[in-house]
């Protein structure tokens, strides 16, 4: 990981971070070798939450989500026509298009409460505003993270590097629905399994876009920022979940044109395409390793010929949905990714003809079972090629929480020091539904010793041993909803301590609306318990994309309000802090832990 240069109440962000170090990095390579081709693969973090941006940027959307989402998607789609990038003939996907809720599964399971969109006529005043609010942010964020890469464009060409630069745009997926029919103050809900409420995030409606938020907007925003097709990011089945916009231009090889593309094109066709445009050949081995075949094919000829034949085949399976595109048709399974719902032998198959209706409004598997039968069976052969077998439509929480290989074998003691890089959360100590004490050796020097001795995660979640006025304290943030928090009963002394924090799992918590893992947290200084309370435990990880492990401050964002981050730890040294996952109770092996620090 790296530091940021600057903090965001200072003004940073990532966007503007990004650019400035793209800009640098061209500047340096021309600096050295001017003739010498550069390859760069610029990752926005837009628009993937949490959906951050400068409040000026943000305002300038005041009220204009106001009518709500499925009244602008036929202002959306009239703008659409007339821009050329849809027929004329084209309608609009109608809301919930599977009768859901209603629907069920193969078994009568639920149709996945979050991938539901609530009518607008149905929600409260203060509901819409909320809904409303979430939808300016990210136009905000958007329109922040636009204006940043024109930057990085306008360095190009000021620096004469522009005609001769290959430049593709292409979004990763559409409108995503992570946050649910209400929307989310912190997505990381949605990865743990727990559902929110307009209620829980109306009194946060200032904070979003801010430092303090993780948040998301709602299913119904994206199925508005995906007009005119249905669903949304994980659904590839369906248009709403995989058809972007892609540019690409070189001003000084191809000429620009007005009219768009038609030709059915996936995001793997891109790489043959610069390879063709390039004139490279991509090599079948490298130092004698084989190399994966190239699984897309070039568009090359598209961008000089606008009735270029375009590819025929296409296959798609994430989550449990399938679906195989083949000239111009689509069949996909009406099975919601994440559901749940199994049974992948008694999916029903849709059929649409994406040449004529780009909306998938009407669903043709009824008068051309042929096609459909042929569409499948071309899946199967494809499941085979593109290993799509097995099927997994597990839940985002046991998703996230499934067994995936590691750089290290697992242990019952993880030793972390200070000074180091954080540990990314998918690498260190798991903690999620287990008993685990962590203790920080430390040498007190000054009566103001304060600061982070063990951070893991962030406003999302996490949890944070730190001394503050004088006291050890020990807080768990719990998915960014509920602050947890002990504080020793009395003060710390100068010298050499332990000190340490258990948690005891007892079971899973009883609280419908805190789901999770109950038990006891005691502190202890010394091997003397100074404090307790009980707690819970998140289900599933705090933030695998964010704030990781860290010794001796709490980087990125804070764990909690107590401190404002990364309030590092002075007054004093930090020998090391393990963490202990054995399950022993931590006074039945205190011996042991002290002998950790005489070690080294």
């Not at 909320?130 to 360095?155: K, N, Q, W």
């Not at 199925?223 to 000084?252: H, I, N, Q, S």
Request: hydrophobic share 35%; charged share 25%.
């Amino acid at each position: 990981p790296v530091d940021p240069p600057a903090t965001p109440e200072e003004g940073y962000h990532l966007s503007k971070d990004l650019s400035d170090r793209a800009i640098e990095f061209i500047r340096d390579a021309k600096a050295i070798d001017p003739d010498k081709p550069f390859f760069m693969y610029f990752a926005s973090q837009a628009g993937h939450a949490p959906h951050h941006a400068p409040s000026d940027w943000i305002e300038k959307y005041a009220g204009r989500f106001d009518e709500g989402y499925e009244a602008i998607r036929h202002e959306t789609l009239r703008r659409q026509k007339e821009l050329g990038l849809l027929p004329e003939d084209t309608q609009l996907s109608p809301i919930n298009p599977h009768g859901e809720p209603d629907r069920t599964g193969p078994d009568g399971q639920p149709w996945p409460p979050l991938d539901v969109v609530r009518p607008w006529d149905s929600l409260a005043d203060e509901e819409r505003r909320l809904l409303s609010r979430m939808a300016e942010v990210f136009a905000g964020y958007i329109s922040y993270t636009d204006h940043e890469i024109g930057r990085l464009i306008d360095y190009l060409e000021e620096s004469g590097e522009i005609d001769n630069t290959l430049i593709v745009v292409v979004s990763d997926n559409g409108g995503s629905g992570e946050g649910g029919p209400n929307g989310s103050f912190n997505e990381w809900r949605f990865f743990n399994g727990i559902p929110d409420t307009t209620a829980m995030t109306i009194p946060h409606i200032d904070e979003l876009g801010t430092p303090s938020s993780y948040n998301h907007y709602n299913t119904g925003w994206a199925w508005a920022f995906d007009t005119p097709f249905p669903y949304w990011k994980r659904w590839a089945g369906y248009e709403g979940g995989v058809a972007d916009m892609c540019f690409l231009a070189w001003p000084g090889r191809i000429e620009p044109q007005a009219k768009p593309r038609d030709q059915y094109v996936h995001a793997v066709d891109i790489a043959p395409t610069i390879y063709e445009l390039l004139g490279i050949d991509p090599p079948g081995t490298i130092k004698g390793y084989p190399q994966s075949p190239v699984e897309g094919q070039s568009f090359a000829p598209s961008l000089a010929d606008p009735d270029a034949p375009a590819k025929s085949t296409q296959f798609y399976a994430m989550l449990g949905q399938r679906a195989m595109y083949r000239d111009g048709w689509l069949a996909c399974t009406v099975h919601p990714p994440l559901s749940g719902w199994g049974r992948f032998e008694q999916d029903e198959w849709e059929l649409y003809h994406l040449a004529s209706d780009r909306a998938q409004s009407r669903n043709l598997a009824d008068r051309e079972p042929e096609r459909v039968a042929e569409l499948k069976s071309l899946w199967f052969y494809y499941a085979g090629i593109y290993n799509g077998l097995p099927l997994d439509d597990r839940s985002a929480l046991e998703q996230v929480l499934a067994d995936r290989p590691h750089p290290a074998r697992d242990r019952e003691q993880y030793v972390y020091y200070p000074g180091g890089a954080d540990v990314p959360e998918e690498s260190g100590v798991r903690i999620n539904g287990r008993s685990y004490a962590i203790a920080a050796g430390v040498e007190i020097e000054s009566a103001a010793a304060e600061g982070v001795l063990f951070a893991h995660g962030g406003v999302a979640g996490g949890h944070s041993l730190y001394v503050k006025d004088g006291r050890l304290n020990y807080a768990f943030n719990w998915v960014g909803s509920k602050l947890q928090a002990i504080t020793a009963d009395r003060g710390v002394t100068p010298g050499q301590h332990i000190y340490a924090a258990e948690f005891r799992v007892a079971g899973k918590s009883e609280d419908p609306q805190m789901p999770g893992f109950a038990g006891e947290l005691n502190l202890f200084m010394d091997g003397e318990q100074v404090g307790s309370d009980t707690i819970v435990t998140q289900p599933g990880f705090f933030c695998l994309v964010g704030d990781g492990i860290c010794v001796g401050r709490d980087s990125a964002s804070p764990v909690t309000p107590d401190y404002t981050a990364p309030f590092p730890f002075s007054g004093g040294t930090i020998d090391k802090v393990v963490v202990d996952v054995s399950g022993e109770p931590y006074r039945d092996h205190e011996a042991q832990v002290r002998a950790w620090f005489m070690r080294d």
